[in-house]
């Protein structure tokens, strides 16, 4: 069983960024470039469990659960791809982190994207994939959530069993108890649906990301698993042609290769930040 190198992440902290209490974890190292790490959905910073000792290695690490997601606070002005990758610039200025690279797996790619295509020299590079950055490829609850007239069908499912459906796609990693409690307490009550409130802005900012693809110059590696039920490799292959420097690899995995194919997932995500990048 792949688990890869788990040596916990430190104790997580909160911090007031533009009004917003957000959850972050660090490893308070200076040198190096910085690493930025945005949680996937529906899950949490802990999601970076079985990499975090590989992206340490790099440098200075910091990880954060975006509005919505993990246990950071949200508000409405932030719940989609465009205005959450504006959040983000905010949220780097007032952390005083300059042009980090930045792994942003899942709902942190249309974040991450439309962020570099807003402000081109904000990032040295970017990892990304599992993220839909096109709404008519994409599959299961996620396409159920994306295209429902309402989030009436909805109304009766609680966040643990929307996080164990998720979740059971992940076939290679025994996700830790106490980091299950994390993905459960992340979504309950209400915070399901705020969550799914940046998901079903994706039939309007979708396309338009589609049309700024290749304005964005800065490097991405782009990883997949081939057997994901959310986010086909059509998903992945459309991104990869449309944006002007990037790499795509496809893993053995589900949806979750940050997980499911942590070793990996943290080689090629590691080797590209430090370096493979430049070759783009």
């Known amino acids: ?105 899942d709902v942190g790619t249309p974040v991450i994207l439309f962020a570099a295509a807003n402000h081109p020299n904000a990032f040295r590079s970017l990892v990304i994939g599992s993220g839909a950055t096109n709404h008519t490829d994409i599959g299961g609850v996620l396409k159920e959530i994306v295209n429902a007239p309402s989030l009436e069908p909805f109304k009766d499912l609680t966040g643990e069993q929307f996080v164990r459906g998720a979740i059971a796609d992940i076939k290679h990693y025994k996700v830790p108890d106490y980091v299950l409690q994390d993905y459960f307490a992340s979504y309950a009550g209400p915070r399901l649906f705020e969550s799914m409130e940046f998901v079903r802005d994706y039939p309007r900012a979708l396309p338009r990301l589609a049309r700024r693809l290749a304005e964005i110059k800065v490097p991405c ?3 997949v698993g081939r057997n994901d039920p959310f986010v086909p490799i059509s998903n992945a292959e459309t991104l990869h042609r449309g944006l002007p420097k990037s790499k795509l690899d496809i893993l053995d995995c589900g949806h979750f290769a940050w997980e499911d194919a942590a070793s990996q997932y943290g080689k090629l995500a590691c080797d590209f930040i430090k370096g493979g990048y430049t070759k783009l």
Do not use: C
């Open 221 to 223: 590696q782009i990883t």
């Open 1 to 105: 069983m792949t688990t890869g190198t788990q040596v916990g992440l430190p104790e997580p902290q909160f911090a007031t960024i533009d009004g917003l209490r957000i959850r972050y974890a660090t490893n308070s190292k200076n040198d190096g470039d910085p690493i930025l790490l945005l949680s996937p959905w529906p899950e949490s910073i802990h999601a970076f469990l079985p990499t975090w000792e590989a992206f340490s290695d790099q440098g200075p690490v910091i990880a954060w659960d975006m509005p919505a997601f993990g246990r950071s606070e949200s508000r409405p002005d932030v719940r989609s791809p465009e205005a959450m990758g504006e959040f983000v610039i905010r949220a780097l200025s007032a952390l005083r982190i300059d042009r980090p690279h930045v792994v942003a797996p």
